[in-house]
C-alpha cells in the first residue's frame, strides 16, 4: 500500500484498522486493534495501545515533564527543556550493550505537534487515557471516532494559593464534578479561618482534600501553590502510573491517604533499586538518579512537592549535589 506523507507529521491515509501512520526523524509509529509498534534503524518494539496512549497522553500533558519519561522499559523521551530526546533501548543496559539502543533530538513544538495528532487520531470514542481502567471503556479494536474533550484537558495551575484573591484556577467543586466513588468517606467543611482584623483579605484556607476528592483524573498531578520555585503538584492516583519517571532532580512524595506501592530502579540500567510501600502520613525523597512506577490498589491522594529550579538537572548530573537529600 502506498501513502502519502504529509512532511513531519504522518501518512494522510489510514491503514487496513482505520490508523494513520507517523514518523519522527526515523522513528516510525503504528497502530493495529490492540498494539503501538514503533520502529527505528537497528529494531522495533510493541506497546498494548491502552499503556502507550496512557504515557503518550501524560508526556503530552506535562510538556514531557522533568527529565525522562519512560513509555515502559524501552521507549521514552528525555526533556532537555526546548528539545526533547526521542529514545529507544537507552535506559537499557541489555539494548546498550547489544548496540540496539538509538536516540534523536527534536525541538519540542515538532515532537509535541506528531505527538498530539498521533494521540487524536489513535484515542478511540470509548476511551478516556486519563481515566482510571474502572473508569473508562476500551481502547481497542478497529478505529472508531475520536475523545478530543478529554484528551485536550489541561493541568489546573495556581497562579498563588489556592484561596487567595486572584488564584485562577477553577475549584473543581465549582465546576460541578462529583465526589468520586473511592472518596465518598472525604468530609467537604471548608476550614474557619479567624484573622485579625485588617488581615481578612491575607489569611486564606481551603479542604485540599474535598478538591481532591473531585478529580477526576488519575497519575495528572495540578500546581495548586506556587512559591518561588516550590511547586505543590497534588494528585489522586489509581492502578498503574502510565510512565516509569526517571528523575533529574529530587522529588518529594507526601502520601496523603491510602496506600501506594513505588518500584524504584536505576535510571540508566533498570536494575531494581527498592520497592517502598508508602502509606497514609508517609515521607518519601526520591532521589535524583532513579525511575520510579507507582502502584495504587484504590484510589488514593498524593502530594508530589517539586522544585523547578531549572539549575538542577547540571547540579546532579555534574555531580555537584548528591542525588539524595540526606547522607546517611
Ligand atoms: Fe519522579
Known sequence: MTTETLPEIGSIEPNR???????????????????????????????????????LQRDIAWGFFYGIVNF???????????????????????????????SENFKTPLIQR?????????????????????????????????????????????????GCPGDEPRRSDEAGFPINRHFR???QDEPEVKAEPGFEDQVVAFNLFAYLSRSDVTWNPSVVSVCK???????????ILPVIHGNDRVEWFVQLSDEIHWEVEDRD???????????AGDVAA????IRHRGFSPKRSMLLVWENASPDLPALYASGKMPPTPVQF
Open 17 to 55: 484498522h482505520g490508523y494513520r501512520s507517523f514518523a519522527l526523524g526515523r522513528f516510525t509509529f503504528e497502530r493495529d486493534e490492540y498494539f503501538a509498534h514503533i520502529t527505528w534503524p537497528q529494531g522495533r518494539h510493541l506497546m498494548p495501545v491502552d499503556a502507550f496512549l496512557k504515557a
Open 269 to 279: 540500567t533498570g536494575a531494581v533499586r527498592a520497592r517502598v510501600v508508602m502509606k
Open 286 to 289: 526520591m532521589p535524583a538518579d
Open 229 to 239: 520555585a516550590s511547586l505543590y503538584c497534588p494528585t489522586t492516583e489509581e492502578y
Open 185 to 187: 468517606d472525604v468530609r
Open 72 to 102: 515502559d522499559g524501552v521507549v521514552g523521551t528525555i526533556n532537555h527543556y526546548g528539545t526533547v530526546d526521542l529514545f529507544a533501548g537507552r535506559f537499557s543496559d541489555h539494548y546498550r550493550r547489544a548496540g540496539l539502543d538509538y
Open 114 to 162: 506528531v505527538f498530539e495528532a498521533m494521540l487524536e487520531d489513535w484515542t478511540n470514542s470509548t476511551f478516556d487515557p486519563f481515566a482510571s481502567p474502572a473508569e473508562t471503556g476500551s481502547a481497542f479494536g478497529p478505529k472508531n471516532g475520536s475523545n478530543k474533550r478529554a484528551i485536550t484537558r489541561h493541568r489546573v495551575t495556581a497562579k498563588r494559593m489556592i
